[in-house]
């Protein structure tokens, strides 16, 4: 295939080590560098400016989706630069796209750089694992490393399904199908449904994004699969609250119950910007331990953090600890990590007591 005029672009994020390139009608382009957003030295893009660049990597089924909703997702490769997983949409002054940079190989968890518990999940037979964090914290990265794990060292009928595709997977020992909504399947809840007649061991779902898709994946995950999936919470805690309150009241003991025997392990994570450039990972880790399944079944998940503080041993840990850890390693500010802290009183006054100076506004614990 030819290159097309957006390749260029595409090509020189990549060169510059951008995570996310930004075109908008009334904007120069612009990408995001370590965090933080840089615009292209180039004119400011017009409605048909983006849309000369955009409309020739569409198929007619996506430009037909934007035209209908105002919007589409898909996911668009450079030939030796790497994949992008492309948002494209309508906004005030007209037409935008927004491109995350997806790496042409999988990134292993030791790549990454996380701690010897998280591979723990991807040992699981059975249940529910879930990797949680805010919209551009690497969970689908997170996720394609433990599905990457799993495929070299047993064998498994994975299958996947994701809007859009970030991550191609060969396979190795087990064997992966790979399904993209709007693309192969109508929606996740229905690729769900068939899914689990397909003799899955593994499947992979990209967001739990409502009751009825969580309802399906706790439902094979009790079932004996190993499920694995995303949701947009930044830790263990607000995950199951986030999880339960998807359903009507009268469900929710029920599915408080399915929760309590299906679920495994929540690795919340958020990206902070690291000390020298680039940015790094801060993990919550939880794992599924008869405390865990008490509290989930009694509505008290303010009791997570206290199990996961009890956990340390088996590699649990909380937000707040690895922020603290990543303060103390040098890797990040410590007004960075009071930023993405769960319990900022708390926090500040750790930051306090070790010697990490604040702002006298910022310094100040609330209430």
């Known amino acids: 295939m030819s290159e097309t005029r957006i390749d260029r672009f595409l090509r020189l994020a990549a060169d510059r080590g951008a995570s996310d390139l930004h075109l908008a009608a009334g904007q120069p382009p612009m ?64 037409l935008s796209a927004s ?24 040992g699981f037979d059975s249940g529910l694992i879930l990797v949680t964090g805010p919209t551009g914290a690497g969970k689908s990265t997170t996720l ?13 009928n994975i299958v996947t399904v994701e809007d859009p595709i970030e991550f191609v997977h060969e396979n190795h020992l087990s064997v992966l199908h790979q399904r993209e909504v709007g693309t192969h399947t109508r929606s996740f ?15 992979l779902v990209g967001e739990l994004r409502d009751a009825e898709v969580i309802d399906i994946a706790l439902r094979a995950a009790d079932a004996g699969l190993l499920v694995l999936g995303t949701m947009h919470t930044n830790s263990a805690a607000k995950t199951l609250d986030r999880m339960l309150a998807a359903f009507p009241a009268d469900r929710r003991d029920g599915i408080a119950q399915t929760v309590a025997t299906a679920l495994r392990a929540v690795i919340a994570q958020q990206l902070i910007r690291r000390v020298g450039g680039g940015r790094i990972a801060a993990l919550e ?8 399944s008490s509290a989930i079944r009694e509505g008290q998940t303010n009791k997570i953090v206290d199990i996961i503080r009890s956990g340390r041993s088996q590699g649990m840990v909380t937000m707040d600890s690895s922020l603290r850890a990543l303060i103390e390693q040098g890797q990040i500010e410590p007004l960075s990590a009071l930023d993405r802290a769960i319990d900022k009183d708390p926090f500040r006054r750790w930051l306090a007591e070790h010697g990490y100076e604040l702002p006298a506004d910022i310094a100040t614990p609330s209430g």
Not at 190 to 199: H, I, K
Request: glycine share 4%; charged share 30%.
């Open 99 to 122: 491109f995350r940079m997806i790496p042409t190989e999988v990134v292993t968890l030791e790549q990454l750089g996380f701690p010897d518990s998280v591979r723990l999940a991807a």
């Open 189 to 203: 809840a229905s690729a769900l449904e068939v899914a689990l007649r397909e003799d899955p061991d593994v499947i």
């Open 285 to 292: 880790i939880l794992f599924a331990s008869p405390a865990l």
């Open 31 to 94: 990408m995001r560098i370590a965090g933080e957003l840089d615009a292209v030295r180039y004119r400011i893009l017009d409605e048909t400016e983006v849309k000369s660049l955009v409309q020739p990597i569409c198929r007619d089924s996506q430009w037909r989706r934007l035209e209908e909703n105002g919007e589409c997702d898909f996911a668009y490769e450079v030939p030796g630069v790497a994949r992008f997983r492309a948002n494209v949409f309508r906004q005030l002054r007209g």
């Open 144 to 156: 394609a490393a433990l599905v990457d794990l799993i495929n070299r060292e047993r064998s498994a």
